[in-house]
């Protein structure tokens, strides 16, 4: 696949170049751009990704700038570094991510794995999950890393870093003059994902996720260069049409729950560690049944008292409906229930 390489030009004094570089994922490809000695991103450890790459001189670079640590835009790190012993910057949060990859991958698929097995999830789907997931081990080389400082000198300019978790624990901002290279978190049209780590990583999720768009929200931004797709030129437009769709989104969730709610499921707390209560709510509809076998019981009981004593059986004397329990079957059936009543029966007897 060939990489389209262009100009674009920021109302500055900075030029940057983007380099669309191909990834064998869905996303398609990934924007690298050069910011003179400086690169940022650099588009996952392929052979089409570094044959695009190959087409710059990456033997001047000096710096790396690692947006986040996903394999697309970090993967040929340690190719680029080998050509030009160039230093590798990132956030520390996403630092394991990309320093020790492959480790880190498998450490992640186990939380993984046991967050789809807490959740019920078929074992045929967990092993295909599993397997896809620590394929992604090929598209990247753990590679020397050092934290990225607040700022940042290149030849074209100084960058802020601007932390914004959410994507990842350590997604970061590149701001230059009134340019914003948003790397995932603001994205032209894909709705960021902000919840895959956050199973087992408060460090990102929807809430900082959210917190992190407010924050570029007040930024003087002419454009935006993302990690995938065009050029945003109206990010506060951008951020409120992804609000947006968080809103529609949490409505849709919100009305499903309150229907599951309606069928007596319950949902408890705000933790991933949650179990699901499953409250059982046909206890009417099962009632007359059983007060009429509990009876029915009772009286073969009393028969027999009666036969043994020699006696016979006469009519009730008091009887008390009793108490209905509901329960689990076992711990690991909470959805399937066990209903017991406990009816008293007391009989008339004669000689
Ligand atoms: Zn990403």
């Known amino acids: 696949m060939e990489g389209v390489i262009g100009t674009l030009k920021s109302t500055g004094v900075n030029a940057a170049l983007m380099i669309k570089v191909p990834t064998p994922f869905h996303v398609g490809d990934v924007n690298v751009y050069v910011l003179g000695d400086t690169f940022i991103d650099t588009g996952p450890k392929t052979v089409d990704a570094m044959a695009v790459l190959k087409t710059r001189d990456v033997t001047s670079i000096k710096n790396v700038l690692i947006t986040h640590g996903h394999v697309d835009h970090h993967g040929a790190a340690l190719y680029m570094k080998k050509i030009s012993n160039c230093r590798v910057f990132v956030h520390k949060n996403d630092f394991l991510a990309v320093s020790d990859y492959k480790n ?27 397997q896809y997931y620590t394929g992604f081990k090929e598209y990247g080389e753990g590679c020397e890393v050092e934290l990225l400082p607040d700022t940042f000198e290149t030849e074209t300019g100084v960058i802020t870093v ?71 030129n109206d990010h506060k437009k951008r951020i409120q049409q992804i609000f947006k769709g968080h809103n529609q989104r949490r ?25 699901t209560e499953y409250l059982f709510s046909r206890l009417n509809e099962v009632k007359p049944a059983m007060v009429e076998e509990a009876t029915q019981n009772a009286r073969e009981v009393a028969q027999k008292f009666a036969t043994d004593s020699k006696s016979s059986l006469g009519k009730i ?28 029966i007391e009989y008339y007897l004669s000689d």
Do not use: W
Not at 202 to 209: A, E, F, P, S
């Open 104 to 130: 880190e991958l498998e450490r992640k698929s186990k939380d993984y794995v046991q967050f789809l097995e807490k959740s019920g999830i078929q074992k045929g789907f967990i092993s295909m999950f599993e």
């Open 162 to 232: 601007i932390h914004t978790p959410g994507h990842t624990g350590g997604s970061c901002c590149f701001y230059v003059d009134d340019i914003l290279y948003t790397g995932d978190t603001l994205l032209p049209t894909i709705s960021t994902n902000p919840s895959i780590h956050a199973v087992f990583d408060d460090t990102c999720g929807l809430k900082n996720y959210q917190q992190s768009l407010k924050a570029l929200l007040p930024l003087k931004v002419n454009k935006c260069f993302p990690g995938h797709g065009g050029v945003i």
């Open 317 to 344: 004397k008091k009887a008390y409906q009793g108490q209905f329990s509901i329960e689990s079957r076992d711990k690991n059936n909470p959805h399937i229930k066990k209903i017991r009543v406990v009816s008293t």
């Open 251 to 275: 409505e849709v969730v919100m009305n499903s729950l309150s229907e599951l709610g309606k069928k007596g499921i319950v949902f408890m707390g705000g933790s991933y560690d949650s179990q």
